[in-house]
């Protein structure tokens, strides 16, 4: 294909009546499907505002790739299908670009470079996850257990939208996105304490077998109907599903399907602190922080495959000594969780740092180091890189390690990570750094606020 030339006096009509069509499309997410002039689609992308995603395309100071700029070059038209919602056209935009194979979709071929979603068949409880690598195939050359008859949706042009849409979805159907490898009537489950997402209602905890392994898979059966189906389809298949059970007087089941009905129906609402109806911590300001933009910098920071759902900050507080005590806050999606903090008062340690880190780290994860519980993604320990071997000289004593633990230090702010021989020094408007900031700043506060409670205590005994 040759590089468009200058543009003349039709181009440049071309490109205003385009311009002046996008501009009027209606402000609501949505797919567009870029056209030529024999009414061939050229390249299918979604919106979360159509008129300003699809306007940017034909503005004359447009920014774009040499590729995007061969498509606008042969423009004739586009076409829009309004949304509900951003992850109802990221879903929309998939499934057109497998229907139609559009010429400047084709970079979706690379199966190494865009996101698939998986959903596993053949355990007992299948769970969710994304992957770059569709076709399981490990570094030993053989296909990864779990991918044997697995559903595979994809590829996806956005990682970070896919992973939002999951997470998004997962309040509906309640999946599970663990990697851990659960077997129906399996003794331990009965002992195993369910991470957090089932504690804010985003899980049914099959880990603890809190569902039944036909329960379960129903919802994941609806999942992946949702998936394959627009939105009102599913909805009117899920009201008869429900009438049917309740027909049956399997309320239980009824009343499943009803709650999810209404979830779906409340995606497209912004959630807020007080709609999710969770404990979010009032105390810690996170108006100017994007706890998504947060969290994806951090991953990539500390050069982690999986998405970070759970962060959770521990500090030391003590004045000279006396009433050292401990802390332990949890950030789940990048804002603080108020009923998962948690208080230690130490006894032996007195004013040696590394030894109350030592006593909190073990009083902790003393669970999760028996295997009877999930750890979070993250663990972030206020200190330098003498705090971080405090914390890691605890966690050899456990049976399970955790997947990452690092160290936050003021002043210079520098990352003390695991296994890594030197800090990192990230940018202060990082967004990683300020989500860290966040927590490490509220495990202080925490802490702090506890001291001060024991000494008033004290000097109220002494007088």
């Known amino acids: ?5 200058p543009s003349t006096g039709d181009d440049a009509q071309r490109l205003e009546g385009l311009l002046r069509k996008a501009r009027a499309l ?3 997410p949505g797919v567009y499907l870029m056209k030529d002039a024999g009414g061939k689609v050229l390249y299918v992308g ?22 995007k700029q061969q498509m606008v070059s042969i423009v ?5 299908l309004e949304c509900d919602s951003e992850w109802e056209a990221l ?31 053949r355990e007992d409880y299948p769970r969710v996850f994304v992957t770059r690598n569709p076709a399981g ?3 030993d050359g053989t296909a990864a257990p779990e991918m044997k008859g697995a559903k595979v949706f994809g590829p996806f042009t956005n990682a970070g939208a896919l992973r939002e849409a999951v997470q998004v979805l997962q309040r509906v159907f309640k999946f599970r996105t663990c990697r851990l490898d659960i077997v129906a009537g399996n003794e331990k489950n009965r002992h195993f304490r369910p991470c957090l997402l089932h504690a804010i209602n985003q899980c049914t905890a099959p880990c603890a077998e809190r569902i039944t392994p036909a329960a379960y ?3 994941v059966d609806r999942f992946v109907r949702f998936l394959g189906t627009k939105r009102s389809e599913m909805l009117r298949e899920m009201a008869r599903d429900m009438e049917a059970a309740a027909a049956a007087m399997d309320y239980e089941r009824a009343a499943s399907v009803r709650d999810q009905i209404k979830a779906i129906r409340k995606l497209d609402e912004r959630s807020s602190s007080d709609a999710d109806g969770l404990s979010w911590q009032p105390e810690t300001d ?17 050069g982690l495959a999986e998405p970070i759902r759970c962060v959770e900050g521990i500090d030391i507080a003590h004045l000279h000594g006396g009433e050292t005590v401990g802390s332990k806050v949890c950030f789940i999606d990048g804002r603080p969780l108020k009923s998962e903090y948690r208080r230690f008062k130490i006894t032996r340690a007195g004013n040696d740092d590394y030894a109350s880190i030592r006593e909190v780290v073990s009083r902790r994860y003393r669970e999760a180091g028996a295997g009877a519980e999930l750890y979070p993604d993250v663990i972030l320990i206020d200190g330098g890189l003498g705090q971080l071997h405090a914390g890691l000289e605890a966690f050899e004593q456990l049976g399970v390690k955790p997947p990452m633990v690092i160290s936050l230090a003021k002043k210079e702010e520098l990352v003390y990570v695991q296994r890594r021989g030197e800090p990192i020094r990230l940018g202060r408007e990082n967004a990683g750094l300020r989500l860290l900031q966040a927590v490490r700043d509220e495990a202080h506060r925490f802490a702090q606020h506890y001291h001060h409670v024991l000494r008033r205590k004290r000097q109220l005994d002494e007088d």
């Open 76 to 80: 004739a038209d586009f076409d829009t």
């Open 46 to 67: 979604k919106a979360s505002r159509l008129p300003d995603r699809v306007s940017s395309y034909f503005v004359p100071s447009a920014d774009l790739t040499h590729l």
């Open 91 to 121: 879903l929309t935009e998939n499934r057109l670009i497998k229907d139609i194979h559009p010429r400047y979709n084709v970079r979706l071929t690379d199966d190494k470079t865009f996101p698939y979603l998986v959903i596993t068949q």
């Open 1 to 5: 294909m040759t590089e468009p030339g």
């Open 137 to 139: 195939i490990q570094d």
């Open 217 to 219: 898979r129903a919802d």
């Open 286 to 302: 996170m108006a100017s922080l994007d706890p998504r933009k947060g969290l994806e910098s951090l991953r990539r920071t500390l």
């Open 26 to 28: 209606p402000p609501v």
